[in-house]
């Protein structure tokens, strides 16, 4: 588990802090400390026992190398309820020939008696929008900046300015040698 940030301890579940407590390492000045709550917590999967960090252990950025490929999953921006042509992209009724207040409505949701008289599972129709998880795969490493903390990658990386992104070694390429 990597995590960042903090958390205060009253706003923590009893067993999450015995975890905290019972993480304990030795800190700059030698002295042996637990962890303090975070305000993030993250999983990554590493490929053996070679790829695990120590406790309290930190992760800068030049924990990755220029022309590195890497996987971005972060959450999207969020768009609110949107209707069917926001949110699915379809074209809407014609603007005369009889279509009266429906001018943005998906149109049909479903057949009649053939189909079972319901609307099928999957059907695209209103709803909330964005506010997932994506991601995007094989990004490349541009430059790697560990005076600011900060990696440059070719490509976009969904999400709100200031939104936690988990990057990660690319699935579908091959790990660098570290």
Known sequence: MIGQGTRKPKNVGQAMLGVYANAK???ASGHVVGVNPKRDVREFKVRDQSGLLGI???VTANWFQEGQFVDAKSKTKGKGFTGVMKR??????????????SHR??????GGQGSGSRVHPGKKMAGRMGGEQHTVQNLKVMKVDDENGMIVVHGCVSGPNGALVKVQDAVKKSWPER
Do not use: C, F, Y
């Not at 409505?105 to 479903?110: A, C, L, P």
């Open 88 to 101: 699915w992209g379809m074209a809407g009724q014609p603007a005369s020939h009889g279509a009266s207040l």
């Open 105 to 110: 409505s998906m149109g049909s949701s479903g």
């Open 25 to 27: 390492h030795v800190n």
């Open 56 to 58: 309290g252990q930190m």
